[in-house]
């Protein structure tokens, strides 16, 4: 059988030098633990030094014909491995570098669908109530899209992370990074009702220091999030697919129709990768080309 504990020190590895989550942990682990139990079953491999191109390329061609594997998943698989493999070769268990001879496969690139300026208008005057969990939903509603929070980062925000002096919070996002975001005048507004008037009712002995609790005082998950955006959309009656990283996709496009540099987006939104933010670039194009042909005179051939 092939030696475990260079994942265990991969994985390790990662978690102290890069960051990772305990989401990306996992999903690592189980990408790695399922292609070793895949070589003890099906090859004679018992040192990862015995490791060649061809046995990384059939295990991949099972997988992907086995499993019914989108390009997506079959990119997040390879890159898993390319990971292991560096790790391998940095440690010296394996001669060859193998990392780079692996392909990432091709991958299509989903524009996300936005809401207007109006959408999101009708959707943060929708009326809550003066209840706690009615100001706690107002709250979370207008924190979600001034802020463009991933659903993980509203769901972990800290009491202390938040200055609604000065407008801004400390949110931890992808890899444990941290980074500062900044909440609009009628968000904080909605922050004081709710931190006022709402979270001190909804408090129990045992509440921890999250923003935005239940009614048992318990941390919110990123289900009842979802919930609550559904809700909102629902009596805002706008018809579109609806989910929470829907508002962060509409703050980054509002902010690029109004002029903002790229950089400060992609900072805003705690991209490592500025390639990742350049999509909402492709949005605005999109957009701004429906806009032309719908209105110009010449657009369209009569």
């Not at 682990?29 to 099906?42: P, Q, Y």
């Not at 207007?116 to 924190?143: C, F």
Request: glycine residues 6%.
């Amino acid at each position: 059988m092939i030696d475990r504990s260079p994942i265990e020190n991969c994985l390790a590895w990662q978690a102290l030098e890069k960051g990772h989550s305990a989401n990306s942990q996992l999903a690592n682990s189980t990408v790695m633990e399922r292609f070793a139990g895949w070589l003890d079953k099906n090859t004679a491999i018992s040192d990862w030094n015995q490791l060649t191109l061809s046995t990384l390329q059939l295990y991949l061609s099972e997988q992907k014909e086995k499993r019914k594997l989108e390009p997506a998943s079959m990119k997040l698989e390879i890159v898993v491995l390319r990971n292991l493999l560096k790790f391998l070769k940095k440690e010296k268990e394996i001669k060859q570098d193998l990392a780079e001879l692996l392909e990432l496969p091709k991958l299509f690139r989903y524009l996300p669908e936005t809401l207007t300026i109006g959408e999101v208008d009708a959707l943060l005057a929708v009326e809550w109530g003066p209840s706690p969990l009615g100001l706690r939903n107002k709250a979370i509603m207008e924190t979600f899209y001034a802020a463009g929070l991933r659903v993980g980062e509203l769901v972990t925000l800290r009491l202390e992370s938040l200055d609604l002096n000065e407008g801004t919070a400390r949110v931890i996002g992808k890899g444990n990074k941290e980074r500062l975001v900044i909440i609009g005048k009628q968000a904080c507004t909605a922050l004081a009702n709710y931190l006022s008037g709402g979270r001190p009712k909804l408090v129990f002995p045992r509440t921890g220091g999250e923003v935005f609790i239940s009614h048992h005082g318990k941390a919110l998950t990123t289900a009842r999030i979802w919930q609550v955006v559904k809700e909102a959309m629902k009596h805002a009656d706008i018809k579109k697919n609806i989910y929470p990283h829907l508002l962060r996709h509409s703050f980054a496009t509002h902010l690029l129709s109004r002029g903002a540099d790229l950089r400060i987006i992609q900072e805003l939104l705690g991209h490592a990768n500025i390639s990742t933010t350049e999509i909402y670039t492709h949005v605005e194009q999109d957009r701004l080309r429906a806009i032309h042909q719908q209105f110009h005179p010449r657009a369209t051939a009569r």
